[in-house]
């Protein structure tokens, strides 16, 4: 059963920072690609930043220059460096991680998720 255990959500005040982590385990397969996905109440959920095995990081338009994704190959983790949050970055944020099978398939896991809230 893969497990994804984030951390490191709250609430901080416009033009804050917040790191979210995510450490995987419990991996049938080799990760593929590890990142981030966000929902905010009465939206759809949205690709924030993803890391793929080439290294190359994807990010929203809306976060470039904000959010910095990193990955621990040999940890398994992933983290999420957010700076100068916005109100309209207030979601709940998930952990996203997709497995290279042994038949070339990729299957896709996700965490609990974690509340971010920006706000005064």
């Known amino acids: 059963q893969v497990q994804l255990v984030e951390s490191g959500g709250g609430a901080v005040q416009p033009g804050g920072s917040l790191t979210l982590s995510c450490a995987a385990s419990?991996?049938?397969?080799?990760?593929?690609?590890m990142g981030w996905y966000r929902q905010a109440p009465g939206k759809q959920r949205e690709l924030v930043a993803l890391?793929?095995?080439?290294?190359?990081?994807t990010y929203l338009d809306s976060v470039k220059g904000r959010f910095s994704i990193s990955r621990d190959s040999a940890q398994n983790t992933v983290h999420l460096q957010m700076n100068v949050l916005k109100p309209e970055d207030t979601a709940v944020y998930y952990c996203?991680?997709?497995?290279?099978?042994?038949?070339?398939?990729?299957?896709?896991?996700w965490g609990q998720g974690t509340q971010v809230t920006v706000s005064t």
């Open positions: 996203y991680v997709e497995l290279l099978t042994d038949y070339d398939s990729l299957n896709d896991y």
């Open positions: 890391i793929g095995k080439s290294g190359t990081p």
């Open positions: 419990q991996l049938p397969f080799s990760i593929y690609s």
